[in-house]
């Protein structure tokens, strides 16, 4: 089973997008501090300020949401996915770019981490 750490603002925010729109059942939740979320074989833990992986490092670096790392869930029937998260307020980076192995987009996370949607050829 695959394990990924993201930095979150607010764990409950991040347990209601995973869970009521992305189809991940939680585990196990430390107050605001850390969540722990599954979809079939990635087990998510979402960290919020309180948790010890949002502390600062030795030379000041402070962790943070957002970048360019991004798991990967694979489904079926992208475009009409899409359009129900878009109605459900969901932010997007890009639109549905096509590619040899099928097409895939990235949506954000309320705390603005990425999430590609991914449906194979």
Known sequence: MAQVRYIVDDVDAAVAFYTGKLGFALEQQFGPAMAILRRDDLRLWVAGPLASASRPMPDGAQPAPGGWGRFVL???DLPDLVERLRGEGVRFRNQIVEGPGGRQILC?????????LFEAR
């Open 74 to 76: 694979s489904v079926e």
């Open 108 to 116: 954000e996370d309320a705390a603005g981490n990425r999430v590609e």
